[in-house]
């Protein structure tokens, strides 16, 4: 069976066709996976992961902080730009935002510009104020400690000797006035000695002197 003239050239027509327009798709395709910004923003850095731009041209790379100092300054890079090093952000206790802007040197419509948040990292938020309701104490589970009682020492009683000498009454002290025979030996009882011998003596010559006056009556 023969195929004529007109069929070929028609199907040679259509071939060429879908293989040009594979072709235009493969084409048209590759500058969409090409030219990839990809970064990362956290409270604390910024990382940068910039791929598939133009080995031929020369990019350029700025971060900064929206109404503040850049991150990093204008830096020029070929095909792919990485930090090796994080981009340190500075202590905050508000949100930042962080700017990326992407200058592509083979055509504008390669460029990116966008912006990212930094969030505030726990360490940096001031202390919550102190409460004005004083929280009450946890009750305790141990119970509470108790003291043995105080064990008072008896004081001593008196020795029986003591209680004798504090019961007896003290002896009287000697007189020391004018008349007293004590530094002399004698006692108490010579006044009454020497008056009743004075006394004997009256008697006794109160009876001669009447013996004398009788026998001179009888004469």
Known sequence: MTI???SRRGAGVFAAAAVA????GIVFASPAAAHTPTWAVTCTEVTLNLTAYSASA???VTVSIEGGDELL???TFGREYRTQTPL???PHDKELTVSLVVKAGDSDRYS???TKTSPVC???LPPAPPSEEPSSPAPSTEPPATEPPATETPEPSATPSETASEAAPAPAEPSTGEGDLAETGSSSATPVIGGAAVAVL????GILWSVRKRRATQH
């Open 4 to 6: 004529p003239r007109r």
């Open 21 to 24: 327009g594979l072709a235009g």
């Open 58 to 60: 020369e990019n350029e």
């Open 73 to 75: 300054p204008a830096t």
């Open 88 to 90: 340190k952000l500075p």
């Open 112 to 114: 990116f510009k966008g």
């Open 122 to 124: 726990d360490e940096n």
């Open 202 to 205: 009256l008697a006794g010559t």
